[in-house]
């Protein structure tokens, strides 16, 4: 597996996870980016004995886009309390089937985690167990394509919930192309494939400097080949 690296010192490490491969260490065999990165650090460090590579936050197995780990227990820690006090800005490119009521907006739901199915639920304010989970979405292009009606949304997560973007699509009448979970359309498809949702762009400050760093990769392939991008960049 090829890494690609967009910023590395000795306390962070930037890097684009592809989709398909489980953000931390799995339970299984397969690759996974925290062992990826611990064999990368090995063949660059002259120290001996296991790096250290701090997980700070997360993007599920099918979903591609930038992501920072922590080469330190002091930056995993300044990293972890961004995350916690909402200073960290992650922003996603989705394409959902159909179009938002509004060209821009915001979802503001509570969100219930069904540990045993691994999946989650917009439930009810009060509901033990649920969590806020907000967003705001922009829609950046809409096509048709074989057909159906698609759209391109740009989208700022305010909270981490589990499938937080899935889900609240899903439930706001949108749900994301290809998602076997949420999606009705493809819960019966044995094909294998990615949502199609991307970790775009990620900014927070240097966990030991303050500096303020900005990261984006713009997605490629899949349906995001056929949309506009003429006016983001």
């Known amino acids: ?12 490490l930037v890097v ?28 660059l460090s002259t120290k001996k004995g296991e790096p250290y590579v701090g997980v700070i936050h997360r993007l599920d197995k099918p979903v591609g886009g930038v ?5 330190s227990q002091i930056a995993a820690e300044a990293l972890s ?10 922003i996603y490119y989705a394409v959902v089937c159909g179009k938002p009521v509004d060209n821009f907006g915001t979802y503001v739901d509570y969100l219930w985690k069904d540990g045993k199915n691994n999946s989650s639920k917009i439930v009810e304010k009060g509901i033990k167990s649920a969590k806020p989970a907000e967003l705001d979405y922009w829609i950046v292009d809409c096509i048709n394509w074989e057909g159906r009606e698609l759209s391109l949304l740009k989208i700022r997560l305010k909270t981490g919930r589990h499938h937080q973007i899935r889900v609240q699509m899903a439930g ?5 192309w290809g998602d076997r979970k949420y999606n009705p359309e493809f819960q019966d498809s044995k094909a294998k ?12 400050s240097h966990p030991l400097t303050g500096k303020k760093m ?8 899949g349906l995001f080949e056929h949309f506009s991008w003429q006016d983001i960049f």
């Open 214 to 221: 900005a990261f984006s990769i713009k997605p490629k392939g």
């Open 67 to 71: 992501m920072v780990y922590a080469k």
């Open 172 to 176: 706001h009448g949108t749900p994301l």
């Open 1 to 12: 597996m090829k890494l690609n690296i967009l910023f590395e010192d000795d306390e962070i």
């Open 193 to 204: 494939g990615n949502v199609a949702l991307f970790a775009f762009g990620l900014t927070f």
């Open 16 to 43: 684009e996870k592809p989709a398909g491969i489980e953000s931390q260490s799995g339970k299984t065999f397969e690759p996974d980016m925290v062992s990826e990165l611990k064999k990368h650090i090995n063949t």
């Open 81 to 90: 309390r961004q995350v916690s006090e909402h200073k960290m800005e992650k």
